[in-house]
């Protein structure tokens, strides 16, 4: 059910890393499970092991293990999240800023846009892709996952287009590769954009403790909100 959509995108639980001092760090789709709870779906996140300290002094932490393919093909030996996922000042070659939630707040937004792409409705309904339509490698989410962009300049095509739909003239050029089934929430998302992108709040501030507050508040409203509109809908 499209009402669920907040419960998924887990905005409660990043609060609760903040609030003990930690980001996530590596927010992608495959990391958002829904468990009941009480009779209620809540959202969870998994795979926590790039979650780091807020006091740490690094800016980026070390690959481990097996790289992903968005490692493969450049010159970015450190984790910065997943491509598609990825906030905008976090494909930038040098890191001037520590990962804050702020990013992994980011980083959920692009999950929703991925999500309303790609799936058609509940239960795991995947989109068939017509070519005389709207091929899967002409949409916008598929350019944030490097298709066919690989080579030097992929981060920073994947940056430009991340910056200009964040724009609001832009965005709705994005809402239209959305499904009909997600198009129910055009105005939360609108909402959201506004609230990510054209706040105040400066990430690269860590003393920004009040204005980042005040930004999950604002969010977490906006989902309360989207739920009760979309559960009229459903």
């Avoid at 002409?138 to 080579?151: D, I, L, M, P, Q």
């Amino acid at each position: 059910s499209i009402s669920l959509l907040p419960d998924f995108l887990s905005i409660p639980v990043v609060r609760m890393l903040y609030r003990v001092g930690a980001v996530h760090r590596n927010l992608s789709f495959r990391d958002i499970l829904l468990h009941k709870r009480k009779g209620r779906l809540r959202g969870t996140l998994i795979d926590n092991d790039y979650a780091v300290s807020m006091d740490r002094t690094s800016k980026v932490i070390p690959v481990t293990g097996r790289p992903s393919r968005a490692f493969v093909k450049g010159s970015y030996p450190y984790l910065k999240g997943s491509l598609p996922f990825m906030a905008i000042d976090r494909l930038e070659d040098e890191l001037d800023s520590m990962h804050s939630i702020c990013h992994d707040l980011e980083s959920l937004y692009y999950v929703l846009c991925w999500t309303s792409t790609l799936y058609s409705g509940p239960c795991n309904e995947r989109r068939p892709f017509k070519e005389s339509v709207l091929p899967y490698q002409k949409t916008t989410v598929a350019e944030w996952n490097g298709e066919e962009v690989f080579g030097a300049t992929s981060f920073k095509t994947i940056q430009h287009s991340k910056s200009h739909f964040s724009v609001s003239k832009n965005f709705y050029k994005l809402q239209d590769q959305f499904t009909p089934y997600f198009r129910r929430s055009d105005s939360c998302m609108q909402s959201l954009r506004q609230i990510l992108f054209d706040s105040s709040v400066d990430v690269r501030n860590p003393n920004a403790v009040a204005k980042k507050e005040r930004l999950l508040t604002r969010l977490e409203a906006e989902w309360e909100s989207c739920k009760k509109t979309c559960k009229k809908t459903d």
